[in-house]
């Protein structure tokens, strides 16, 4: 039993645990404080920096590419990109089948892309079967030319292909129009596309064996407080699209945002409560 004294003691000074947790604490507070600061910036009038995804952004390398497991045969890719002095994270998807690896989207900067060569070598030793692209915008695009040096073949729809020309990301083969599912070794990759909503030409990328639903700039972050890059988006039609892979994919179990961290459907019901919100 803890004598009077003792327990003074503890009640002034709280324990080592106490005081790392406090400390914790007050640390993911300053995260979130400067994270939801970060995104009220982006949105915070006409004179703000252009955002995270603007087309015609340069973002500079600011870090390496990290690796994020979601099961064996599927990883995300993290990047990062600056825009008026913040830096954004952006994902993407490496899927490893028995014949080579998939990538959907390419990272953010064209060395981060290099560096996504080297590492699915290194670490998969798997050679790119093809790569796909969500929508037109350079957190999905920029490693593009990188793809193409290398002759991998470059996949989209019609619609992102003919922005891809104009905004200078390279050339990919329009095929995703009629070709909704594609084979990789022993996996299918299949796309779709809902509709307008971040962008006009966003699709997301649908996994049957393993669950997982790679929704990209059409799905937001469960903390995602406000809904990012929106000057290119049909905020009217975004709920809807988003409502169509609901209803499609209602056995997913992974569902991975365009940016932050990946969770299961409810991001999707998150965004449709971010969409509400913004149009009421
Ligand atoms: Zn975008």
């Excluded at 645990?17 to 400067?34: A, G, H």
């Excluded at 292909?161 to 990919?172: I, Q």
């Excluded at 064996?209 to 000057?231: M, N, S, W």
Aim: net charge negative; proline share 5%; aromatic share 10%.
């Amino acid at each position: 039993m803890m004598d009077s004294a003792q327990t003074k003691y503890t009640e002034i000074f709280p324990s080592l645990q106490t005081q790392i947790r406090f400390f914790v604490l007050l640390l993911s507070f300053c995260i979130e404080f400067s994270f939801s600061h970060c995104h009220l910036q982006k949105d915070s009038g006409p004179t703000s920096a252009p955002v995270a995804e603007s087309p015609e952004m340069e973002p500079q390398k600011t870090n390496h590419l990290e690796w994020i497991k979601i099961k064996e045969t599927v990883w995300m890719h993290r990047s990062y990109g600056e825009s008026g002095g913040q830096v954004y994270p952006a994902n993407g998807l490496v899927i490893l089948t028995n014949k080579g690896a998939v990538v959907i989207d390419t990272p953010w900067t064209e060395s981060q892309t290099e560096e996504l060569f080297l590492d699915i070598q290194s670490r998969f030793q798997k050679e790119i079967l093809y790569l796909i692209v969500t929508h037109a915008h350079n957190d999905r695009m920029s490693g593009v030319p990188s793809f193409q040096n290398r002759n991998i073949p470059v996949y989209s729809t019609g619609l992102t292909a003919k922005l891809a020309k104009e905004r200078g990301f390279g050339n990919p083969n329009p095929i995703l129009d009629i070709q909704t599912r594609l084979a990789a070794g022993n996996q299918w990759i299949e796309v779709f596309y809902p509709g307008h909503g971040h962008s006009v030409d966003n699709i997301v990328v649908w996994l049957p064996e393993t669950h997982i639903l790679f929704g990209g700039c059409l799905v937001k972050a469960l903390d995602a407080k406000d809904l990012g890059y929106i000057k290119e988006a049909n905020l009217g039609e975004w709920e809807n699209s988003v409502k169509k892979v609901l209803a499609r994919y209602p056995d997913a179990e992974v569902v991975v945002p365009g940016h932050g961290d990946w969770g299961k459907l409810d991001l999707l019901r998150h965004t449709i409560r971010l969409l509400v919100s913004t149009n009421h």
